[in-house]
């Protein structure tokens, strides 16, 4: 998670993206890595003071994290 709070402090859609996996979901927003990419371009321009986030749950598989309930603050 501190990994991508630091993308999204450098607004690096492509490197964020890489971080979920091939069939990843945000919910409703996105699925799999290119509409994840898609989706966090929009913030390109934008410039993020702060980042962080928050989990109730995260499990670690192998290469594999499951988090839930992220709740992201500024």
């Known amino acids: 998670m501190e990994k991508y709070d630091a993308l999204i402090l450098k607004s690096?859609?492509?490197?964020?993206a890489q971080l979920f996996t091939p069939?990843?979901?945000?919910?409703?927003?996105?699925?799999?890595?290119?509409?994840f990419k898609k989706f966090l371009s929009f913030f390109n321009n934008i410039r993020v003071?702060?980042?962080?986030t928050t989990s109730t749950s995260i499990k670690i598989n192998g290469d594999t994290v499951f988090a839930k309930r992220i709740v992201f603050s500024k």
């Open 49 to 52: 003071p702060s980042q962080s």
């Open 23 to 35: 069939d990843g979901n945000l919910g409703d927003i996105a699925i799999g890595r290119d509409a």
């Open 12 to 16: 690096d859609a492509p490197a964020n």
